[in-house]
């Protein structure tokens, strides 16, 4: 059993700069869920999918966020228009079934200068 | 979810047990209690989590008051690589209550 990827690992860019990241969950995990972690703080949740649909969307997601998962196995995140305040680190996470335990990915920390 | 409260750091020896507690005085019925690792730059590893009874698995055991109002993560043979940070949350599993809320954690160090 694989576990969460995601990739790119580390991305670098500038301000105003769009950017994309994708997650690949454990097979057959139908519950994708995106977070973000900023230094020195534990990771806050952004939003989650039950097979492609977006189910719950956090505050923190504002209109420069996007996440899709089209056919209910990966997903994407983008960003666009990135502004200094959103260097993080983006995690992601899947499970199996409602109330199954989330098993995270190795995250996504994006510089944006 | 209900808040959780932990010490914000802990020393342990190697080899000895490391012990973390964690506060839940506001749990509900319906609601488990996590405990997540993070080690530096890594995502969180799930290490186990319960509902009433105390569990073990390989990595740890979890060690609920008979109240439910708090938890006892045991690491039993602490080793350098159990240095991390450790995060206690409560979770219910209820439909619609799907996220994490992570507070501070504790930060456990392993000293040689």
């Known amino acids: 059993d694989t576990g969460v990827s995601q990739d790119p690992r580390h991305k670098i860019t500038k301000r105003g700069q769009n950017v994309t990241f994708r997650c690949d969950p454990i097979?057959?995990?139908?519950?994708l869920y995106w977070y973000r972690q900023t230094l020195g703080q534990g990771p806050e949740f952004l939003t989650y999918f039950q097979n492609e649909a977006q189910l719950e969307k956090s505050r923190l997601l504002s209109d420069r966020f996007s996440a899709e998962r089209p056919k209910g196995s990966f997903s994407t995140l983008e960003i666009q228009r990135t502004e200094q305040g959103d260097s993080a680190m983006y995690l992601c996470a899947s499970s199996l079934l409602q109330g199954q335990t989330q098993y995270f990915g190795p995250g996504t920390r994006l510089l944006v200068l | 979810d209900a808040k959780t409260t932990q010490p914000p750091s802990m020393d342990c020896a190697e080899g000895r047990a490391a012990n973390l507690p964690c506060n839940h005085s506001?749990?509900?019925?319906?609601?488990?209690v996590y405990w997540y690792r993070q080690i530096h730059s890594q995502g969180p590893q799930y290490i186990i989590h319960?509902?009433?009874n105390n569990e073990t698995n390989e990595m740890a055991s979890l060690i609920i008051t008979e109240d439910r109002k708090s938890s006892t993560l045991i690491l039993p043979h602490a080793t350098l690589r159990d240095t991390a940070v450790y995060y206690c949350i409560v979770r219910s599993t209820i439909q619609g209550a799907q996220k994490l809320v992570f507070g501070q954690g504790t930060r456990l160090t392993i000293n040689p």
């Open positions: 097979s057959e995990h139908n519950r």
């Open positions: 506001t749990i509900s019925g319906n609601e488990y």
């Open positions: 319960g509902l009433k």
